[in-house]
Structure formats: structure tokens, C-alpha cells
């Protein structure tokens, strides 16, 4: 039985046991169509599997910024509206809905959607994450 309550663990996306791992994306594309990820974990995922730029872009531009299955395992899960804004509260819930509904009861690795900025506490975050089933873990990435 799912319930919900947000759990977080610290780990490696990378080695930790999971059906599903999300990349944070900013929703924006460059001149050649590629997903403009600038997270640490997206440019790591960018080097395992290569054309995930330019495959997240090409969902980004014809189904617009939204949560999206890229690859097998691999789920792009948007921030923010804008690359140059700061990540978004309203995004990142309705990001966090959207997941949940792609991913069902399937174990999956969520990175802390936060950014590098102050623009949003991790504490305002959680609670606003709250609603996550305890099948999606909120990882801090070590």
C-alpha cells in the first residue's frame, strides 16, 4: 500500500536501486533543439546516455515543459518555466503531480528539486511535496 508521505534518503542516483530517475530541466531549449540542463545531475546524465539533450528537447518542443519519460528509467522533471529564472514552487508541484501519475507505484529517484540560489528554501519545498508517494524518494545526490 502507497501513502503519502515524501521520503528522502541520501544516496547516488546512479547506484541506488530505483525503476525510475528524474534529471532536473529547466523547460528551455537551445538553437539546435537540445534541453538546455545546466543541474550537476543532468550534465552527469548527458554523459551516460548519449542524445539526452537533444531527445528531452524534442519533447520539450512538441509537448511543451512538462514531466517526460526521455529514455528507459530516465524521467526529465522541469523546475523551473524560464533558464534564466530561478526554480519555481508552482513548477516543481506540478512537476511533482505529474511524476506521480507517469510513474504509478514504481520505485523512483527524485533529486531535491531545488537550485543553487536562495530563491527557495528546501523546508518551503518539502512541505509543498508533501503529497509524494512514499515510492518516489527525494534523494540528496552524493
Do not use: Y
Request: net charge negative.
Amino acid at each position: 500500500m502507497v501513502t503519502s508521505a515524501m521520503q528522502e534518503k541520501t544516496c547516488n542516483l546512479w547506484i541506488e536501486k530505483a525503476e525510475f530517475r528524474c534529471i532536473l530541466a529547466s523547460g528551455a531549449t537551445n538553437d539546435d533543439g537540445e534541453a538546455i540542463l545546466d543541474s550537476p545531475i543532468a550534465k552527469e546524465a548527458c554523459g551516460r546516455f548519449a542524445g539526452l539533450a537533444l531527445d528531452l528537447g524534442q519533447l520539450l518542443n512538441a509537448r511543451g515543459n512538462r514531466v517526460h519519460l526521455i529514455r528507459e528509467g530516465v524521467v526529465g522533471f522541469p523546475v523551473k518555466q524560464f533558464q534564466w529564472g530561478e526554480p519555481d514552487l508552482a513548477v516543481i508541484v506540478r512537476s511533482g503531480h505529474q511524476l506521480v501519475k507517469l510513474v504509478q507505484d514504481a520505485k523512483t529517484l527524485l533529486p531535491r528539486p531545488i537550485g543553487p540560489s536562495d530563491a527557495l528554501s528546501w523546508e518551503d519545498v518539502a512541505k509543498a511535496l508533501d503529497f509524494l508517494p512514499d515510492n518516489i524518494i527525494v534523494i540528496d545526490h552524493k
